[in-house]
């Protein structure tokens, strides 16, 4: 086996995503949902820069692959996990829940079981190289997210049984089998790229209107848009 090198640019930048990840620990330990969803969004960016840069570059390695998939458990998986498990302690628990309020929390830990789960699928699915099966970690991280920073009020009201339900379904969308679109353009033409089109113009509406509870939406609309097109893609019928 040849020298490993470790100190490679894209490296570096999946470095700054798990640096980032690691600071929004801290932070949503501490409740501050805002300063959490500016240290998620930069840790999305060097996600995403990484994979450019490895490309550019032909950087490409086996190590690069694993520390990506760490990084994003953390900055993706754990930090959201973190964020749900403050705002189950900051919850009022009344009637059976309140016999939970001790135990409940933990169950935020869903989110980075799940994601980890996600991620080693995603390394070894042969199918996800233009799309996704599942929802992709940092949309549920900036989903939840959001939800802290933009919506905090609400979510509070909503009350633990229904943010224990919350946490259930975005751990099944996780790993689930539906096809959900990539934001890769091959090309620009509309007739190629017009549901990301779409999405792009409707998330970008949605974030204008309703600022940071606009980036919740978005993701939950990906979800919707995602079945929605999966739905309506024909089936061939095998006799």
Not at 6 to 18: A, G, Q, V
Not at 47 to 60: E, H, I, M, W
Not at 162 to 191: H, I, Q, T
Not at 220 to 225: E, M, N, P, R, T
Request: charged share 10%; with cysteine.
């Amino acid at each position: 086996m040849g020298k490993i090198k470790l100190f490679t640019l894209p490296n570096l930048l999946t470095s700054l995503n798990l640096f980032c990840g690691c600071m929004a620990c801290v932070e949503a330990f501490d409740s501050n949902y805002g300063l959490v969803l500016l240290l998620v969004l930069l840790s999305a960016v060097f996600d995403f820069s990484d994979g450019l840069v490895a490309r550019a570059t032909k950087q490409y390695s086996a190590v690069g692959l694993q520390l990506d998939s760490l990084a994003d458990d953390i900055s993706f998986g754990l930090v959201p996990s973190l964020v749900v498990f403050s705002m189950f302690n900051e919850m009022s628990y009344t009637g059976w829940a309140f016999a939970l309020k001790d135990v409940m929390p933990y169950a935020a830990f869903l989110i980075s079981v799940f994601s980890a789960l996600r991620l080693a699928k995603f390394n070894v699915d042969e199918r996800q190289s233009s799309s996704f099966v599942g929802l992709p970690t940092p949309a549920n991280a900036l989903l939840w997210v959001a939800l802290a920073a933009g919506c905090h009020t609400y979510v509070m009201g909503v009350g633990p049984v229904w943010m224990l339900v919350g946490v259930v379904v975005s751990s099944v969308l996780l790993v689930c089998e539906l096809p959900m679109f990539a934001l890769k353009f091959k090309n620009l033409r509309w007739s190629d790229n017009m549901v990301r089109y779409i999405f792009i113009v409707t998330s970008l509406l949605l974030v204008i209107i309703f600022r940071t509870a606009g980036i919740a939406l978005a993701i939950g609309w990906y979800v919707v848009l995602s079945a929605v097109v999966f739905l309506m893609k024909p089936r061939h019928v095998s006799h």
